[in-house]
């Protein structure tokens, strides 16, 4: 019955694909246009930036990166405090609405773990695919290293933003608010590709969308699975930061 009462939010489909559209569509365009930016800022600097100009720029994108991610709770929390303490939603706080509960150790932690083995295998498949057929895609990690030999600083900024405030944000908005409301209007299997499916074009990458859409799977299914926000938040925060280590360490020449 504890299940049952947790396994669905007051907030209507339709709600859902409102809090999408205008969460991400301005999220996309600034994504894309950051990228088109970057790149042709990465590709005319022949030496790297200045360190008190890095720094500068480091500062400026973490700032601005913290206040574009707080624009993926606004849905969320809205429709969250909307229907708390009401007879709809059980009476239940608007953290227990976004999944913040608790939940059964043992098997998220098996399940993050073999989650996060077959992510990585799936990424040496992809990146082994893209390398034998010489396929012409730059993934973000790819484009990160690029950018870390002129702007170490600043990349070191993106990734701490990349570990510590993307899982936090994302999951929120992406299982909690987003599959949860599709998952009122559909059958779960289909809410499940459908929101992996939103979860990886939100990343404007598109080398990346197959890796994106499996992990999307991957997260959307422990938010089933569980039915609390954590496993997701666990699994998106293990695979960001190693990501990240790998990234760092490539940087500083440790091949791994």
Known sequence: ML???FDSVPWTTNQTFKGIFFTLIPWISFTVVSSLLSTSTTSQAAKPLNPQVDAANAIVSLIF??????AFLIAPFFYARRYSQTAISNQRSV???LGFRHFNVGLTVLLVLGSLVLIILLNQIYTYLITTFHLPLQTNDQFVLQRAKTAPITTYASLFTAVFVAPFCEEIFFRSFSFMGLKNGMQPAVAVILS??????AHGDPASLPVLFCIGIALAGLRLLIGSYWPGFFLHFLNNALSALLIILTVHGIHI
Do not use: M, T
């Open 3 to 5: 299940k049952q009462k």
């Open 65 to 70: 990166s913290l206040v574009i991610y707080s």
């Open 196 to 201: 992996a499916l939103i979860f990886g074009v």
């Open 95 to 97: 953290w227990q609405l």
